[in-house]
């Protein structure tokens, strides 16, 4: 709920690690995230409210453009600079990840969709909802981000817009934008489809356990949707990693 410049939201188990991520983002000089104004008298978390315009769907054409892909990447970029100094609270609780695979490098925010991403000016400008924020990967954050934004996906699930878009070049711009090194431009596609297998998986267990959103989101297609994915990358696997080359 939005009072004023805020936003009031209910308190998860997460909240406090989210909290502490977010106020280290604020002391490096990071912008592109909410600000934390503590807890209201309901026990809701207050949020600075960031201003401007979220990638909505159906997405409208400044945030499928190539110029958004560059600055999103940049803005990635900065993000994961400016969190890589951040020392999580010793009893930090995260969200359930799905990088059973990867060493954590740092934490990440792992749900870098359109929705999260808020636009200025017609540019990616920040990032809202670190709900799933965790101890991950660069590569791994950026992997789960194209997912949406390449989009490495079956094309019966792309937003209209999406659908004339060159996957290959788009993983390259992204990938020069945010400044990869060869060696991380060769495990991109590979972390990607494991990414889509630990998605599978994780998705089944929270909608299994959990309930809610997660269960309403795997009966409207989560699952087939993430198998469909994964299915499209192994068919197009040479071209993309081309372009990646």
Same mark, same amino acid.
């Given at each position: 709920?939005?009072?004023?410049?805020?936003?009031?939201?209910?308190?998860?188990?997460?909240?406090?690690?989210?909290?502490?991520?977010?106020?280290?983002?604020?002391?490096?000089?990071?912008?592109?995230?909410?600000?934390?104004?503590?807890?209201?008298?309901?026990?809701?978390?207050?949020?600075?409210?960031?201003?401007?315009?979220?990638?909505?769907?159906?997405?409208?054409?400044?945030?499928?453009?190539?110029?958004?892909?560059?600055?999103?990447?940049?803005?990635?970029?900065?993000?994961?600079?400016?969190?890589?100094?951040?020392?999580?609270?010793?009893?930090?609780?995260?969200?359930?990840?799905?990088?059973?695979?990867?060493?954590?490098?740092?934490?990440?925010?792992?749900?870098?969709?359109?929705?999260?991403?808020?636009? @200025? /000016? =017609?540019?990616? +400008? *920040?990032?809202?909802?670190?709900?799933? $924020?965790?101890?991950?990967? &660069?590569?791994?954050?950026?992997?789960?981000?194209?997912?949406?934004?390449?989009?490495?996906?079956?094309?019966?699930?792309?937003?209209?817009?999406?659908?004339?878009?060159?996957?290959?070049?788009?993983?390259?711009?992204?990938?020069?934008?945010?400044?990869?090194?060869?060696?991380?431009?060769?495990?991109?596609?590979?972390?990607?489809?494991?990414?889509?297998?630990?998605?599978?998986?994780?998705?089944?267990?929270?909608?299994? @356990? /959990? =309930?809610?959103? +997660? *269960?309403?989101?795997?009966?409207?297609? $989560?699952?087939?949707?993430? &198998?469909?994915?994964?299915?499209?990358?192994?068919?197009?696997?040479?071209?993309?990693?081309?372009?990646?080359?």
């Amino acid at each position: 709920m939005r009072v004023g410049d805020t936003v009031r939201r209910p308190m998860r188990p997460t909240s406090p690690a989210v909290h502490a991520l977010l106020r280290h983002l604020e002391s490096v000089g990071f912008e592109g995230a909410p600000r934390v104004f503590g807890v209201d008298e309901r026990g809701r978390e207050i949020l600075s409210f960031v201003p401007g315009e979220a990638a909505l769907r159906p997405l409208r054409p400044h945030a499928v453009s190539d110029e958004a892909l560059v600055e999103l990447a940049k803005l990635v970029r900065r993000f994961h600079d400016a969190v890589e100094g951040f020392v999580p609270p010793s009893d930090a609780v995260w969200a359930d990840g799905s990088e059973e695979d990867a060493l954590p490098e740092q934490v990440g925010h792992c749900d870098i969709t359109p929705e999260n991403v808020i636009f @200025r /000016d =017609g540019k990616p +400008w *920040a990032l809202i909802d670190f709900d799933m $924020a965790r101890p991950t990967t &660069r590569l791994f954050d950026v992997a789960t981000t194209l997912r949406h934004w390449a989009p490495i996906a079956d094309p019966i699930d792309r937003d209209p817009l999406q659908h004339g878009l060159d996957v290959g070049t788009r993983l390259r711009l992204f990938c020069d934008a945010y400044g990869f090194s060869a060696r991380d431009r060769r495990r991109l596609l590979e972390v990607t489809r494991l990414r889509f297998d630990r998605s599978y998986l994780a998705m089944r267990s929270r909608a299994m @356990r /959990d =309930g809610g959103g +997660w *269960a309403r989101m795997w009966q409207e297609g $989560a699952g087939e949707r993430i &198998r469909r994915a994964a299915a499209w990358l192994d068919d197009h696997w040479e071209e993309l990693d081309a372009h990646l080359r």
